[in-house]
């Protein structure tokens, strides 16, 4: 009932959404909203949610993950096993975890992976990279998803959420995460000079500004590099070539 929320519950829900920093602090306002209206009206004796802060709007967010860091989880985790194919899942198809535990036999169509992200409702047909295929080929068909618990049943997002940050800590990579490897995939994509609009073909976003977000950390300098390479491809060099004599001269004057 709300007449008995308290100080530590509301830092709770908000606490629980460290992974949505954006969403918590959007809650986090309309709760201040909603109890301040409670509050006038005399159905609560104080605001629980006053003073609370959400998360810092200068946040970078979750990690991206470098290629050193995908090798040594690579490393820690061969093929075959459950958290390599979590890897593969969210590394080959950018998609968010919530997505990513649904995926299954049914939604493969032909060479496709069909996805309709639960945040968005966006409907997406992505190809199949050959890693991904080769990844899944050998999965039961009778599993209701690629990814399932130890009791054979698919994952919540929180619940995946919680077995991945284990196999991360196993590699040595507690400052990694399963967004993170979304946001690597766009940061390959961008150094790989895609654009903003075949990126968000991949993602689902439909603002290129949250594009540029999840791109911020690809390869300055090898883009740049490409990018300078590019401005030279346009000069053409021409070769002057110096007459032997000048105009009008002769030989012996």
């Not at 399963?178 to 940061?187: C, S």
């Not at 654009?195 to 949250?210: N, R, Y």
Request: with cysteine; hydrophobic share 40%.
């Amino acid at each position: 009932m709300i007449r008995d929320l308290r100080r530590e519950h509301v830092k709770a829900i908000i606490g629980d959404m460290s992974d949505r920093p954006q969403a918590a602090n959007r809650l986090l306002s309309l709760l201040k909203i909603m109890l301040d209206h409670a509050l006038d009206n005399g159905w609560i004796a104080a605001n629980s949610a006053q003073g609370i802060k959400g998360f810092s709007k200068k946040t970078k967010g979750f990690h991206t993950w470098t290629e050193a860091e995908i090798a040594a989880y690579e490393a820690r985790h061969p093929l075959g096993t459950k958290a390599r194919l979590a890897l593969i899942l969210f590394l080959y198809t950018a998609q968010r975890r919530s997505d990513v535990v649904a995926m299954g036999w049914d939604k493969i169509k032909g060479k496709a992976i069909e996805v309709k992200q639960l945040k968005t409702g966006a409907e997406l047909d992505l190809f199949m990279l050959p890693e991904l295929t080769d990844a899944i080929r050998a999965l039961p068909r009778d599993k209701p998803t690629f990814l399932t618990t130890e009791f054979g049943k698919p994952f919540t997002a929180a619940g995946f959420g919680n077995w991945f940050r284990d196999r991360c800590n196993e590699a040595g990579l507690p400052h990694c995460s399963a967004h993170g490897l979304r946001k690597a995939a766009a940061r390959r994509m961008a150094e790989g000079g895609m654009s903003g609009d075949i990126i968000k073909a991949v993602t689902g976003h439909t603002d290129l500004k949250q594009v540029s977000v999840y791109t911020a950390a690809a390869n300055q300098a090898a883009l740049a590099e490409k990018g300078l390479k590019a401005i030279a491809g346009k000069k053409k060099r021409t070769k002057s070539v110096q007459p032997p004599e000048k105009v009008g001269q002769t030989k012996g004057k």
